[in-house]
């Protein structure tokens, strides 16, 4: 893939595919317009990247429909192509190629922005990279275990919380849903797996069971439904459930639509068409200055500093497995079979390492910035902590397992 060279290009072009493989960068005109008349009302000098990330992340949060979303989706395009990359060649699923990671990728786009806390002094591209190749192989885990389930084992395993989820992102009214949830209930209570394994290829209910669920559904709507609701018949009541197995599917793996995809009712245009111009020229002002960046990267030497120091104080056998994991970059299995333990034991310690990082993180942000540290602050500084981690022992050579001291 031919990266992108300057500032205008990261922040307003997108990856087109050509079947599997990357054809060409796409620009759009708007978000071009936009960058351009931005970085124009700036020095030089402070167009950086991870600046305008910055910045575009601040806008967004200020208006969530503006522009700024756009800009960053076009940012984290080579962060989508790289890391599905990397899912796709360490990834044990075949039918899912690299074009199917991308998007899967960047249609959780939203969870990073909501995620990113750049008061905690990370990286957005870096942030967005360790998040995002998490979010695909959790999705891909997902999908593998909800592909090879039927219909009617699908819908035994979805939650109620899940399940209202996706009718309310189908835009069903509350009454529709209400029924919905009803008859779904009435399913998983009267059908229930005869055996406790191999429930994945449940079959479909047979008559019988569709006559009881219909009459639970009947006799219960006048006491659970606050609405007057007619009666149902079984016919009914299993379209309803091959309705609430679509609505999950479809919620659980969304499409993501590109902004250029043309608009249906016309012949020309696209959806970038519709949304708001939006240099936020009144915005600059509420910019992160320069002295507020050379505050962060001071944090970040101090944060690093930290860090460093508490990974001397472990003692010999972590600082082993941290080397071999992040700088040999052997899986579990291989440390325990080179350090003659178990591969649980190597989990348990890789753990504890990160807790016993976490706090000193925590420690530091409660004493340096003031920020407590509750569950919040240490579920974004995660992430933050894997890519330190990374960039820690990436610095160095690629380490010889050999070289490595089993302690």
Not at 89 to 97: D, H, I, K, L
Not at 136 to 151: A, F, H, Y
Not at 364 to 374: A, D, G, V
Request: proline letters at 5%; hydrophobic letters at 35%.
């Amino acid at each position: 893939m031919r990266p992108r060279q300057t500032l205008i290009e990261r922040f307003s072009t997108f990856l087109q595919f050509e079947a599997d493989h990357f054809q060409n960068w796409v620009i759009e005109p708007q978000l071009r317009r936009s960058i351009r008349n931005c970085r124009d009302q700036l020095p030089e000098t402070e167009v950086s990247e991870n600046y305008w990330a910055l910045y575009w992340h601040k806008v967004w949060q200020v208006q969530p429909d503006s522009l700024a979303r756009e800009h960053l989706a076009a940012y984290v395009q080579e962060v989508c192509y790289w890391v599905a990359q990397k899912t796709t060649e360490s990834f044990a699923m075949t039918q899912y190629g690299l074009a199917d990671c991308f998007q899967m990728a960047i249609a959780r786009l939203d969870r990073v922005l909501k995620g990113f806390n750049p008061d905690l002094g990370g990286n957005f591209k870096n942030y967005a990279s360790a998040t995002l190749g998490s979010l695909i192989r959790e999705s891909l885990r997902q999908r593998r275990e909800i592909d090879i389930c039927s219909d009617w084992a699908l819908l035994r395993k979805l939650s109620q919380k899940r399940l209202t989820e996706a009718f309310q992102n189908e835009g069903l009214s509350n009454s529709t849903i209400a029924s919905y949830l009803l008859a779904w209930q009435c399913f998983k209570t009267l059908y229930a797996p005869k055996k406790a394994t191999g429930t994945r290829k449940l079959p479909k209910p047979d008559p019988q069971t569709w006559a009881a669920i219909t009459q639970l559904y009947n006799r219960e709507r006048h006491a659970q439904l606050d609405f007057e609701s007619p009666s149902a018949n079984p016919d009914q009541i299993e379209k309803w459930m091959e309705r609430c197995a679509r609505a999950a599917r479809t919620y659980l793996y969304p499409n993501f639509v590109s902004i250029n995809t043309p608009k249906s009712d016309q012949d020309s245009g696209d959806f970038l068409d519709n949304l708001p111009d939006s240099t936020q020229t009144s915005l600059l002002n509420q910019m992160i200055d320069v002295e507020e960046a050379r505050t962060r990267e001071t944090q970040k030497e101090q944060l690093s500093s930290v860090l460093s120091e508490a990974i001397v104080q472990l003692n010999p056998q972590a600082q082993t497995i941290l080397q071999l994991y992040y700088q040999a970059r052997l899986t579990q299995q291989q440390i325990a079979d080179q350090m003659s333990i178990k591969q649980y034991t190597v989990s348990r310690r890789l753990v504890k390492v990160r807790e016993t990082l976490l706090r000193k993180v925590a420690e530091w942000s409660q004493k340096t910035l003031h920020i407590s540290p509750s569950s919040d602050v240490l579920k974004y500084t995660g992430p933050i902590l894997e890519e330190w981690l990374e960039a820690y022992y990436g610095r160095h050579e690629p380490l010889s397992p050999e070289n490595v001291s089993a302690e």
